[in-house]
């Protein structure tokens, strides 16, 4: 099987991560779980050996500096610079200029937990597999909860052994939904991650959204290299649509497959799912710092130095970061990225 190309993506401000995750340091280049950071461990997973050739990662300016200090698991690693954050259709198109055609890029988010690196590895190879029949692979995660922020995958007839054609591609639904679709047990959350021959992803752009690729190419043939970073045209970058590869391609494409991924996901999308991701006591509780819990359940405490006590408290998050203090129900952590400390940070 040809080398997969690791594509990390390594964009956005985590601002539901809010006070931890801030735009001078997002989540992606924090330790949340574990010693190593989100970035680290995107890296540690796809290792280049005879699966993964050396990564390519696509980050923006404000960004480089942490990508380049962190990049130690991947010394061969290129960087693409973007010269604005024009969302996932545009990034993955730098990259899929930048590698040979017929090279099957895995393309990651550089901001998500993955327990199970051995079946990451296996979902890997079985979309690749895909990929090399043409197909645009989405890893589809199963879902084991009815969750209201994800995206959903709804599986179609079998192809092969490994995957599945997808039938719809479906929007955060709301709770009723959801539960609709967990009971169907067809429904895969769409994890974000993906598959593809470069030259089959560039092709689909070209049919449904020609003008971004048009202005990408143009401004990766006027770009700049230097060392192991290159530096696309700012003029015709500033061209590019901002949309996401799900709208622009994903949702339009003839192609779309699925492989089913039973990995340990999580997007880390709010204190939450963070919550949930790392080891909990016997009551569900997660104490990070000088923490004392007394009579708590499902309580997360997490401060970077002022001793925190929680007396009876169930289902609360309690975050401090230097003079920044969150307090929030489990149900609130999504309206974090709200909060004007969040957006203003």
């Not at 099987?1 to 801030?22: A, N």
């Not at 922020?149 to 719809?168: C, F, M, S």
Request: aromatic share 6%; glycine share 8%; net charge negative.
């Amino acid at each position: 099987m040809t080398q997969i190309v690791p594509v990390i993506l390594c964009g956005g401000s985590g601002t539901r991560l809010w006070p931890r995750s801030r735009a001078v340091k997002p989540k992606p280049f924090l330790p949340l779980i574990g010693d190593s950071t989100l970035f680290e461990a995107t890296l540690g997973r796809c290792p280049p050996d005879a699966d993964f050739a050396p990564a390519i990662v696509v980050t923006g300016a404000a960004h480089l500096t942490h990508v380049e200090d962190q990049l130690a698991a991947a010394p061969d690693a290129r960087v693409i610079v973007e010269p604005a954050a024009k969302n996932t259709a545009a990034a993955i198109a730098l990259a899929a200029l930048r590698v040979p055609k017929d090279a099957i890029m895995l393309v990651c988010p550089s901001d998500h937990h993955i327990a199970d690196r051995d079946a990451f590895i296996a979902a890997a190879r079985a979309a690749a597999s895909l990929a090399e029949e043409g197909w645009l692979v989405s890893f589809g995660i199963e879902a084991r909860t009815a969750e209201t922020g994800y995206g959903y995958l709804k599986r179609g007839e079998a192809i092969g052994k490994t995957g599945y054609r997808v039938d719809q591609f479906v929007e955060k639904p709301d709770r009723e939904r959801a539960q609709g679709f967990l009971d169907a047990g067809i429904y895969a959350w769409n994890g974000g991650i993906f598959a593809f021959r470069a030259r089959d992803f560039l092709a689909e752009l070209e049919a449904h959204r020609p003008a971004i690729l048009d202005a990408v190419q143009r401004s990766v043939e006027r770009g700049v290299e230097d060392n192991h970073r290159f530096y696309p045209e700012p003029e015709a970058f500033a061209e590019v649509q901002s949309e996401s590869v799900d709208y622009a391609v994903m949702e339009n494409t003839s192609r779309a497959a699925m492989v089913p991924a039973d990995m340990g996901w999580s997007d880390i999308g709010n204190w939450q799912s963070l919550h949930e991701a790392r080891a909990r006591d016997a009551d569900g509780n997660v104490a990070i710092g000088r923490v004392e819990l007394v009579d708590c359940r499902n309580v997360l405490v997490d401060s970077d130095g002022p001793r925190v006590s929680v007396i009876g408290l169930e289902n609360v998050m309690v975050v401090v970061d230097g003079d920044e203090v969150l307090v929030t129900t489990a149900a609130g952590a999504q309206l974090v990225g709200k909060l004007s400390g969040a957006v203003n940070q």
